[in-house]
C-alpha cells in the first residue's frame, strides 16, 4: 500500500502528465514531430516535459533532492529562469509536445529577481549558499556581448538518444549563424557534453561549487 507521501507525489506526477497532454499547439503524439515556434500557450505543457526531462540530472537533482520537492518546484524555477523565451517567440517545441528548447535572444536575460525568489522559497538551506556562489559564477561566464542563450532544452525520457535534442538545437543555431550571433550554454548533465560539442560549442571552465555537480560553460562562436 502506497504511503501519504507517495500518493502526494504521484498526484503531482498526474498533474504534469495531464498539464503536457492538454489541447493547445503541441499535442501529446509522439509521431507529430514537427518543430513549431511555441506560443504563449505553450508554456505550461512545455515546462511539464522540463520537469520530466530533467529528473535525472545531476545539478538539478542537487538543488531539489528530495523527490516531492523537486516536483513542485523545478517548473516554478524553469519559468522563472527561461519562461521569457515564450514572449519573445524564441521558444521552439515538437507538436506532440515531446520537447522543447527556450532561447533567450541577444539583449534579453533570465529575470534575476524572480530566480532569486524561487530559489531563496524552495532550495534546501544546507545547500543555498552554494547554489547561490553556482549562479554568481554562472554570470561571470556568461558573455557581455550579443548573443543567443540557451537557457534550458529537454526532451520527454523516452526518447533520450533518438536525435530530438539535436533536432531542436539545429532549429536556432540556423537563426545565429544566419546573423552570425554565437551562442552559449550551460551543461549540467556530462551526459550531453558530447552533443553539444557536435554542434561547435567549446567548454570555458568548470563550474563547480562545494558538493555540487560540475556544470560546464560552453561556447558556440559565430559562424
Known amino acids: 500500500m502506497a504511503s501519504g507521501s507517495e500518493l502526494q507525489v504521484q498526484a503531482i506526477i498526474d498533474r504534469f502528465v495531464k498539464a503536457a497532454r492538454r489541447k493547445g499547439a503541441c499535442h501529446m503524439n509522439e509521431n507529430a514531430s514537427r518543430i513549431v515556434a511555441a506560443r504563449p ?5 512545455s ?12 545539478v538539478a537533482r542537487w538543488m531539489y533532492p528530495d523527490p516531492q520537492r523537486y516536483l513542485v518546484y523545478f ?11 515564450f514572449s519573445t ?3 521552439w517545441c515538437f507538436e506532440g509536445n515531446l520537447g522543447a528548447a527556450l532561447w533567450l535572444p541577444p539583449g534579453v536575460k533570465p529575470d534575476a529577481d524572480a530566480v532569486a525568489s524561487i530559489l531563496d522559497e524552495s532550495v534546501p538551506r544546507d545547500v543555498t549558499a552554494d547554489v547561490n556562489s ?10 557581455h556581448y550579443p548573443h543567443w542563450y540557451l537557457a534550458t532544452i529537454g526532451v520527454e525520457p523516452h526518447l533520450h538518444g533518438k536525435g530530438f535534442g ?3 538545437l539545429t532549429e536556432t543555431l540556423k537563426q545565429c549563424d544566419q546573423e552570425r550571433m554565437p551562442a552559449y550554454l550551460e551543461s549540467s548533465n ?5 552533443l553539444y560539442q557536435r554542434f561547435g560549442f567549446e567548454g570555458l571552465g568548470v563550474i ?16
Open 41 to 45: 500557450t505553450d508554456l505550461e505543457p
Open 47 to 58: 515546462i511539464s516535459v522540463m520537469v520530466l526531462a530533467f529528473a535525472a540530472d545531476p
Open 75 to 85: 517548473g516554478r524555477f524553469i519559468r522563472a529562469f527561461a519562461g521569457t523565451a
Open 89 to 91: 517567440g524564441t521558444a
Open 134 to 143: 553556482m549562479f554568481a559564477e554562472m554570470t561571470a561566464y556568461h558573455p
Open 166 to 168: 539535436s533536432r531542436l
Open 190 to 194: 556530462p551526459a550531453n557534453t558530447a
Open 208 to 223: 563547480r561549487v562545494g558538493h555540487s555537480p560540475p556544470m560546464v560553460p560552453m561556447l558556440r562562436n559565430a559562424q
